[in-house]
């Protein structure tokens, strides 16, 4: 068991784990911009960019690449999401830390504040600028209730 959990909290990715997070991070919003059944799992995204920021820099900067290609993959505002998990880190990742002490738990919580905001944020933007740049119907929360089971399961 001690052997299995010194591997899983190192620092160090070797050749196959960069080059399945590359193609992850590359290919998987090329995916979500062709086949609209597939979640953009922003909140998820989030969550790792805000639960690695201090450990393993490697994966926040990965969470952020996807997210800028995520939204320039489906016309998206620029570093909108990206502005929404800053602000998430800075206002509430540590009360809600201090608060919630279930891991699976704070996972759920940060990724619904994380999913509410950005689509929340989306919204405003389309009614200031009057565009449509998603549609609020099942599809909205399909892709937030994909995005909380992905996140649970991992």
């Known amino acids: 068991m001690n052997r299995y959990s010194s591997n899983f909290h190192r620092d160090k990715l070797d050749f196959l784990e960069k080059l399945g997070l590359f193609l992850v991070v590359i290919g998987y919003p090329v995916l979500v911009s062709i086949y609209s059944m597939l979640p953009p799992l922003i909140g998820l995204a989030g969550y790792i960019i805000i639960s690695n920021v201090n450990k393993n820099k490697i994966y926040a900067l990965a969470g952020m690449v996807y997210l800028l290609n995520l939204e320039l993959n489906l016309t998206l505002p ?37 999913d509410a905001f950005y689509y929340l944020t989306l919204f405003l933007y389309d009614a200031m600028f009057q565009t449509t740049t998603v549609v609020s119907d099942m599809m909205l929360v399909y892709y937030i209730m994909v995005d909380i089971f992905i996140g649970v399961l991992l």
């Open 78 to 114: 620029m570093l909108l999401s990206i502005f929404v998990v800053v602000m998430t880190y800075i206002f509430l990742y540590s009360p809600l830390k201090l608060l919630i002490r279930c891991r699976v738990c704070f996972l759920f919580s940060m990724i619904v504040i994380i």
